[in-house]
């Protein structure tokens, strides 16, 4: 069982679309998040859920929307798709937002490449 | 092979050496630290963390290094080989979220 999954794998898609990327786990996590990583490999937080609840926002534009319809599930929504958002999307979990040791690893799932055209 | 001081971005390292990594942190604040592995086409896996109260943790053929005096973080690879082949983050925990270092791809020479 892949204790982080995100679908679709790939994504490609034309400029000015709406697209979704869903992702669930199954390690019985409270908090999870979406990061987005560059050409160059960079890794950015964007988003962050403990129990449903947004935590962090790292000024994300508004074209992007997180839905967590349970703890188990934070999907992301992208409007208005631009060409700058071609990058590879990665979903995480970790067990508590904050804590000691194993409770802050945060476990990836294998990312969402978007491409826009 | 050894990236010595500054973070370089690469590093080529012969197979059955030691690999070293080196990572600069930037918040005298962070109480926790990660090293991920990523391996292409997959999501960053965890190797080892360390807390902020210890200077030295050690797993099955890897050991990270912690010198907050100068917020330097080393991930010490021992007998490298060809399935070591992968880009390493050093992570920093602090606010409620973790802060990657810009990676290191480690290319192992058969």
């Known amino acids: 069982d892949t204790a982080v999954s995100q679908t679709p794998k790939y994504l490609v898609t034309q400029m000015g679309n709406d697209k979704s990327i869903k992702c669930e786990q199954n390690?019985?996590?409270?908090?999870m998040y979406w990061y987005k990583q560059d050409s160059k490999k960079f890794l950015k937080i964007m988003f962050s859920?403990?129990?449903?609840?947004?935590?962090i926002n790292e000024t994300v534009p508004n074209r992007f929307s997180p839905k967590s319809p349970d703890k188990a599930h934070l999907n992301l929504h992208i409007n208005s798709l631009e060409l700058g958002d071609s990058a590879v999307y990665f979903c995480?979990?970790?067990?508590?937002?904050?804590?000691?040791?194993?409770?802050?690893?945060?476990?990836f799932g294998a990312g969402t490449r978007l491409s826009v055209l | 092979g050894e990236s010595v001081g500054l973070h370089l971005p690469t590093l080529s390292v012969q197979e059955g050496d030691n690999s070293i990594i080196n990572c600069a942190y930037s918040?005298?604040?962070?109480?926790?630290f990660i090293w991920y592995k990523q391996e292409s086409g997959k999501g960053p896996q965890f190797i080892i963390d360390?807390?902020?109260?210890?200077d030295k943790r050690q797993g099955q053929r890897v050991t990270v290094l912690l010198n907050k005096t100068v917020k330097h973080l080393s991930l010490q690879i021992a007998a490298t080989q060809p399935g070591d082949s992968a880009v390493y983050f050093c992570?920093?925990?602090?606010?409620?979220?973790?802060?990657f270092g810009a990676g290191t791809t480690v290319t192992v020479r058969a």
């Open positions: 995480a979990s970790s067990q508590d937002l904050r804590g000691d040791g194993a409770k802050n690893i945060q476990y």
């Open positions: 390690l019985g996590h409270d908090t």
């Open positions: 859920y403990n129990n449903k609840e947004l935590i």
């Open positions: 918040n005298s604040a962070s109480d926790y």
């Open positions: 360390i807390r902020s109260n210890m």
């Open positions: 992570a920093e925990s602090n606010d409620y979220k973790l802060s």
